[in-house]
């Protein structure tokens, strides 16, 4: 069993910054692809950025690439989202995801464990 804890939500303007962290528990860490999703109210929940478990490979949806960054500390168990740049159409309820699968996968099917969310708010 793996819990997921996420933090570094809030509010921000756009062109700002946030930086989102992931806190997982147990010691089998690095045996996880770990990735971000979010949630617009009324939408369904789509993919952000996945980092592989073996590799260090990582994978962005179109519409962050290039602003968002993921990456991973397995020393601390975290992984962690760097969001530059933000705009409104950001603002969603973020939660990480854990997979056992290798590669890169990119829908949440794909994914064991789950976070309980956090609200990222981008203000126009």
């Known amino acids: 069993q793996v819990q997921l804890v996420e933090s570094g939500g809030g509010l921000v303007q756009a062109g700002g910054s946030l930086r989102l962290s992931c806190a997982a528990s147990?010691?089998?860490?690095?045996?996880?692809?770990m990735g971000w999703f979010r949630q617009a109210p009324e939408k369904e929940r789509e993919f952000v950025a996945v980092i592989a478990r073996i590799g260090g490979g990582t994978y962005y949806a179109d519409s962050v690439k290039g602003r968002f960054a993921i990456s991973r500390d397995n020393a601390k168990n975290t992984v962690y989202l760097q969001m530059n740049s933000l705009k409104p159409e950001d603002t969603a309820v973020y939660y990480c995801g854990a997979t056992r699968l290798l590669g890169l996968p990119y829908t949440g099917e794909e994914y064991d464990y789950w976070g309980q969310g956090i609200q990222v708010t981008v203000s126009s």
């Open positions: 147990g010691r089998t860490f690095s045996r996880y692809g």
